[in-house]
Nanobody, 119 residues
Framework: QVQLVESGGGLVQPGGSLRLSCAAS????????MAWYRQAPGKQRELVAQ???????NYADSVKDRFAISRDNAKNTVYLQMNNLKPEDTAVYYC?????????????WGQGTQVTVSS
């Protein structure tokens, strides 16, 4: 089992920055991804950014060039640096890890942290 603990959410003005952190603990597979998802009211949960254990990353088009995902494997921690935030970024952000166990991928989720971008 994997537990995820998130921090860094809050209120920020448009154009500002936040950095989200998510620390994973428990049984960590050598084959895994870590990611950030978000869900705004009335919208589907969407993938924001994902990073593999090797450091490869992909982003939603809406955040590309503004957000950066990174990970510290020694700390089992993933970060999401969010720059030039827009009101449209307002959502609950969820940390996710996908772990490969017994020939299957298994998803674990954090509790979610609110990010509000407003003037």
């Amino acid at each position: 089992q994997v537990q995820l603990v998130e921090s860094g959410g809050g209120l920020v003005q448009p154009g500002g920055s936040l950095r989200l952190s998510c620390a994973a603990s428990g049984t960590i597979s050598s084959f895994n991804t870590m990611a950030w998802y978000r869900q705004a009211p009335g919208k589907q949960r969407e993938l924001v950014a994902q990073v593999t254990s090797g450091g490869g990353a992909n982003y939603a088009d809406s955040v590309k060039d503004r957000f950066a995902i990174s990970r510290d494997n020694a700390k089992n921690t993933v970060y999401l640096q969010m720059n030039n935030l827009k009101p449209e970024d307002t959502a609950v952000y969820y940390c996710n890890t996908r772990q490969f166990y017994d020939l299957n991928w298994r998803d674990y989720w954090g509790q979610g942290t609110q990010v509000t971008v407003s003037s």
